[in-house]
């Protein structure tokens, strides 16, 4: 891997892996993407995320690096379609029919209706997702973390009392503002990796952690013992981009995540959330944001760059970085 004076990063061949979640992962792996066309990127998606709404099984961060990498995507939301239209939504709604604070629009029912008659005939999630993509080319080989079900549920206390519901009902209906007690990925402990998982870990040339959520992306992944393992014992360089800057996540309610495991909401307590390799963590080097650039943690290589990822650009001169500060550390 070398750099050329323009920036861009002469990849070809080289094996990337990233760990992604939706929003922080997708527009991170655009720009990595483009900066590194002709490495090989394989990305493990977080499924902590699915459930099954409407009779639909719901892959929300799967499906969102394949829109976005596919071209898909509705860039302002950062899930979901583009040109979507709601009318089956409003039409379940007058039939009463909850819970109504999801929203699947009209088009991405299509790929829901995919993906559950597939399911229902048998075929893994990762066949699935692999059909899915013949459709949308995302360029990456993208692979669910496991095609055992896991799914993120969080323990919250409020005037219905003390319970568990599933992290999509604390995100979107109650916007995370109910305290998580406990944020538990279900199932994770025994799940197994998918195919095709691992031996992209011990194959890669660099291992990337995109500025996805650590708790609820990164982390859910990171909770299946068989990955975990797999990038320890792996000696490729492994670098996170911090998905904190200023204290704040840029999009999104990490913070809250954050909180329930008593990790500080700054680029530094990710950091030292993901641990640094020498010390028995998983992180060689750490992208920060320049106003972080104060950041240092022992035994890990920081290096401070602009980390709002408002295009296209800024995207690719964020995993340019990642990938140069790969590069130092090989
Ligand atoms: P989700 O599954 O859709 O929530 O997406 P991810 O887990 O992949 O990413 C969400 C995280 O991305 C949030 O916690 C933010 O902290 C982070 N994030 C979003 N936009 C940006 C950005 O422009 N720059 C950085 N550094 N982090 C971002
Ligand atoms: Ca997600």
Redesign the pocket.
């Given at each position: 891997m070398t750099t050329t004076t323009a920036g861009a990063t002469t990849t070809a061949g080289v094996k990337i892996v990233a760990l992604?979640?939706?929003?922080?992962?997708?527009?991170f792996l655009r720009g990595l993407q483009a900066v590194a066309p002709q490495a090989e990127i394989t990305v493990i998606g977080?499924t902590g995320?699915d459930i099954e709404l409407f009779g639909l099984q719901i892959s929300?961060?799967l499906d969102?690096v394949m829109y976005t990498l596919g071209n898909g995507i509705h860039e302002e939301q950062?899930?979901g379609r583009r040109d979507e239209t709601f009318v089956v939504k409003e039409e379940l709604a007058s039939y009463g029919v909850q819970p109504q604070w999801f929203g699947l629009g009209d088009r991405d029912i299509a790929t829901h209706i995919v993906r559950t008659q597939m399911r229902n005939a048998g075929y893994p999630l990762s066949q699935v997702t692999a059909a899915l993509c013949a459709r949308w080319n995302p360029g990456v080989n993208l692979l669910p973390m496991t095609d055992d079900r896991v799914e993120t549920h969080v323990e919250i206390e409020d005037e219905g009392g003390r319970r568990f519901i599933h992290f999509q009902e604390w995100w979107i209906k109650f916007r995370a503002s109910t305290p998580a007690l406990r944020i538990v990925p279900i199932n994770a402990e025994s799940a197994k990796p998918a195919p095709g998982v691992i031996d992209a870990i011990k194959n890669a040339d660099v291992i990337l952690f995109?500025?996805?959520?650590?708790v609820?992306?990164?982390g859910t992944i990171l909770a299946i013992p068989g990955i975990k393992r797999a990038l320890l014992a792996s000696q490729a360089p492994l670098v996170g981009?911090?998905?904190?800057?200023g204290g704040s996540?840029?999009?999104?309610?990490?913070d809250a995540?954050l909180a329930s495991i008593d990790v500080q909401s700054s680029a530094w307590g990710v950091a030292q959330h993901y641990g640094a390799r020498p010390h028995g963590g998983l992180l060689h080097g750490w992208l920060v944001?320049d106003i972080d650039k104060d950041c240092a943690l022992d035994g890990l290589r920081v290096l401070a760059r602009p980390?709002?990822?408002?295009d296209l650009e800024?995207s690719k001169d964020?995993a340019a970085a990642a990938l140069e500060l790969a590069r130092s550390l090989s």
């Open positions: 992604a979640g939706g929003i922080g992962g997708a527009r977080n995320d929300p961060d969102t950062g899930w995109p500025p996805s959520n650590p609820v992306s990164i981009v911090s998905p904190i800057v996540p840029v999009r999104g309610m990490a995540c944001d980390l709002i990822m408002r800024s964020i």
